[in-house]
């Protein structure tokens, strides 16, 4: 898996260019891409969109460590 991507959970502060950065690496890994081509680009820029938006909402929803539900 994405070993470089870093846990964002357990930071203090996380800032929408973390979020950002951890959706492009994901989709690079996925897609095999680094860049892509420009016949692939607005998928690639959909995709990390999408992923920024999903992470920023699972963030939002998780519970403090440490609280039970």
């Known amino acids: 898996m ?3 991507i870093k846990t964002l959970r357990t ?3 996380v800032t929408a260019e973390d ?3 951890a959706a492009l690496q994901y989709v690079r890994k996925i ?3 680094r ?3 420009k016949a ?3 998928a690639f820029d959909a995709a990390v969109d999408d992923i ?10 998780l519970a403090p ?3 039970r539900p």
């Open 65 to 67: 460590a440490g609280t």
């Open 2 to 4: 994405c070993r470089s």
């Open 52 to 61: 920024t938006a999903a992470t920023e909402r699972l963030l939002a929803s």
């Open 40 to 42: 692939n680009e607005a």
């Open 35 to 37: 860049k892509p081509s």
């Open 19 to 21: 979020t950002r950065a």
């Open 11 to 13: 930071e203090a502060v």
């Open 31 to 33: 897609s095999g891409f």
